[in-house]
């Protein structure tokens, strides 16, 4: 069976800059290869809106990482898709990141729009997760969260709002220890940012819930580790908040079963997904077998071909 040319979906999010490496075999993407690094860019957010030198260095740092892979894996610079979600669509200075990311790359940075994204979540969702019926599917990012209903491939509603782990640990979990007021005004704050869209979602209803993100990861990996089910429900996400309000160091490191490079934002996250299955009276949300990133791979897949 013959192998295309290997080709690279990188997505430059606002927590994690991933990066994906593939051959198609059979119709269908293989991965030969996955490059991550917690970039944490909505941290360098400033007043004036910019992004500070030092995390927009962080992010051209890792990018130069990601440009010897792509050599070492032989991948032409035609067959690379460059995506960037919520900071640097807001941010002041994202034409700055990306003329500086041009010479590392050799390829420039496609900046997409949330509905965009959460078009290509969807999609990465659909090729990766067996399941039948209509779907909600949650994307907690770093500063944006995409919602999207869907029957089998078609998209019902998509839409994609300002809250993310990394702007809600700088607003709410910014002072240790955590406390239950903190889960209450991210609480609030989910609940205003979803407005008019709560209705929305619920009147058209679903009949499973897909989770895809660092945050739902987070959960899902902590539970492996415990060997429990992989399911997350109000019960689960209720004794982790207590675990974290119980917790004598910020590293978290008496959760057990929470990667350390997780604990940054994993109260903040926890929070968001308390407040959405609260919110939209969720009882169980697996994780996907891929977003963003095997969504732009499967548009790439089929470009190459």
Not at 60 to 83: P, R
Not at 106 to 117: A, K, R, T, V
Not at 138 to 153: N, Q, Y
Not at 206 to 224: F, T
Request: charged letters at 20%; proline letters at 3%.
């Amino acid at each position: 069976m013959s192998k295309t040319p290997p080709y690279a979906a990188i997505t430059l999010g606002s927590n994690s800059f991933n990066m994906l490496v593939a051959k198609t075999l059979g119709g269908q993407p293989e991965i030969v290869a996955k490059y991550k690094r917690k970039v944490r860019l909505a941290e360098g957010i400033q007043g004036d809106g910019t992004l500070s030198e030092e995390v927009l260095e962080r992010g051209l740092d890792c990018l130069a990482m990601f440009a010897k892979m792509l050599k070492e894996e032989g991948v032409a610079s035609e067959n690379v898709a460059v995506i960037a979600t919520a900071t640097l669509r807001h941010i002041g200075n994202s034409d700055d990141f990306c003329q500086r990311a041009l010479p590392i790359l050799g390829h420039p940075i496609e900046i997409i729009s949330g509905m965009q994204e959460a078009e290509l979540i969807y999609q990465g969702m659909v090729a990766t997760t067996c399941a039948e019926g209509r779907r909600l599917v949650i994307d907690i990012g770093g500063a944006s969260t995409e919602f999207i209903i869907g029957d089998d491939d078609k998209v019902l509603l998509k839409t994609s709002l300002s809250m993310g782990c990394v702007t809600f640990n700088e607003r709410f979990f910014n002072s240790f220890p955590f406390q239950q007021l903190d889960f209450d005004d991210a609480q609030s704050q989910v609940k205003a940012t979803l407005g008019q869209y709560l209705t929305e979602l619920k009147a058209l209803g679903w009949h499973c819930v897909v989770g895809a993100s660092g945050s739902v990861q987070s959960v899902v990996e902590l539970l492996n580790h415990r060997n429990e089910s992989a399911s997350i429900t109000p019960v689960v996400l209720n004794t982790l908040k207590q675990e974290i309000l119980e917790q004598e160091d910020i590293s978290m490191r008496d959760i057990n079963g929470l990667h350390p490079e997780r604990a940054p934002t994993f109260a903040a996250g926890i929070s968001i997904l308390l407040a959405l299955f609260e919110l939209l009276e969720i009882e169980k949300l697996n994780l996907s077998g891929g977003a963003l990133r095997e969504g732009v791979l499967q548009r790439l897949a089929n470009r190459v071909k």
